[in-house]
């Protein structure tokens, strides 16, 4: 398969978004500074995002964008500017390297696992779209089928912004 075929550049769309969202993610989870782990977990949402409208459901995509980046990360930035700026103590390098080697280990052990069972299992022709991923009919989905989980996702947004309230009324002050 070419590159310059649809089904070729679908693919390399497809593994940008996938590489952008890896590396959000592995931004997010190794840096020890929390203003680099809030913009490496913003990278990764845009990243999945971006994998959600390449997927053609761009109300979900959407709904990533405004939820995740637009709320979650910006209640953990107010939380991290209204925290007290006191030096942290961190752990040496050398406590922390047999840790990470292992978890590293074990993560690449974990993917080689679901790249030779996704290769190895025999995936059924897609289905017929039942929708075609508009918000009228997304809308609908959430009020009659999926409406908890609706609730559910708004109960989310709200304990991350009442936590961004109560770190931020604590203050910087330690009184």
């Known amino acids: 398969m070419s590159i310059m075929t649809p089904e070729g550049l679908a693919g390399l769309i497809f593994l940008f978004l996938?590489?952008?969202?890896?590396?959000?993610?592995?931004?997010a989870a190794s840096t020890v500074r929390l203003p680099r782990a809030v913009a490496g977990l913003a990278l990764?949402?845009?990243?999945?995002a971006g994998i959600f409208y390449f997927l053609n459901s761009p109300f979900v995509a959407l709904m990533e964008m405004l939820i995740y980046v637009g709320a979650v990360c910006v209640a953990?930035?107010?939380a991290i500017m209204m925290a007290d700026p006191g030096v942290?103590?961190?752990?040496s390098s050398r406590a922390?390297?047999?840790?990470?080697?292992?978890?590293?280990?074990?993560?690449?052990l974990f993917a080689a696992g679901l790249i030779v069972l996704a290769r190895n299992t025999m995936w059924p022709p897609p289905a017929a779209r039942l929708n075609d991923g508009s918000v009228i009919q997304v809308g609908h989905g959430?009020?009659?089928?999926?409406?908890?989980?609706?609730?559910?996702?708004?109960?989310v947004l709200l304990m991350a912004i009442i936590?961004?309230?109560?770190?931020?009324?604590?203050?910087r002050d330690p009184e």
């Open 18 to 27: 996938a590489a952008v969202t890896l590396a959000g993610a592995l931004i």
């Open 44 to 48: 990764s949402f845009t990243g999945l």
């Open 76 to 78: 953990i930035v107010f």
């Open 88 to 91: 942290e103590k961190g752990a």
């Open 96 to 108: 922390t390297a047999i840790p990470a080697g292992f978890s590293a280990a074990l993560g690449a």
């Open 142 to 155: 959430l009020i009659t089928t999926y409406s908890m989980v609706f609730e559910l996702i708004s109960i």
């Open 163 to 171: 936590g961004a309230l109560v770190l931020a009324r604590k203050g």
